[in-house]
């Protein structure tokens, strides 16, 4: 799969501290088995000349206090709070100046981000996504990618999961309604 750098942004999910360190309160030895061939996919972007992106879960802590329904803390307890160690991206995976970091507070990088705007505003339509949770972040930011009409590309073999079936489903979900897989193997930054 050969990708133009200009119109591709890289998008790395969600690896933090907070999932990818065996310290962070929602660690899954997955997301942090994911550091190394990420950190690898984004040096491959970079010499390249496509865009990185880093997207960032981070919680204010009273953000669910008046919640009537949704509340990630109900769900997985408190984590990624704003400002904290755990809400930081891994040191292996070293943010540049050039990069773009969204700061999201659900599971999806568009839902109350600038990030559709930022993508649209520099003709970017291929996005290659990577990162983790699987079945969770990196599912539903390619699924609102998909809707805005991005093409999401997923990269089967540099997405964290809790368990290999919460990828399994994760990527035939996103290939059956939404996206396309491939392994990092296919991906070629050029235009052919």
């Not at 994911?34 to 009273?62: C, K, Y």
Request: hydrophobic share 40%; aromatic share 10%.
């Amino acid at each position: 799969m050969h990708l133009e750098p200009s119109n591709t942004a890289l998008v790395v999910v969600d690896m933090q501290n907070g999932f990818c360190h065996p310290d962070g309160t929602l660690y899954a030895p997955g997301s942090e088995e994911a550091i190394e061939p990420v950190t690898s996919l984004v040096d491959r972007a970079r010499e390249a000349g496509t865009q990185v992106i880093f997207t960032r879960d981070v919680h204010p802590p009273e953000q669910f206090d008046e919640a009537y329904y949704y509340n990630e803390f109900e769900q997985w307890g408190e984590h990624v709070l704003e400002d904290s160690w755990e809400a930081e991206i891994v040191e292996e995976l070293d943010v540049h100046e050039e990069d773009h970091v969204v700061e999201k507070h659900t599971y999806d990088a568009f839902y109350n981000t600038e990030l559709e705007g930022w993508l649209n505003a520099r003709g970017i339509r291929d996005l290659v996504i990577c990162g983790t949770l699987a079945n969770v972040c990196v599912l539903h930011t390619g699924g609102s990618a998909g809707l805005r009409d991005f093409r999401p590309i997923l990269v089967e073999d540099h997405i964290g999961a809790i368990e290999d079936e919460h990828r399994e489903y994760a990527l035939e979900h996103a290939e059956w309604l939404f996206g396309e897989v491939v392994d990092s193997g296919e991906l070629a930054f050029d235009a052919e």
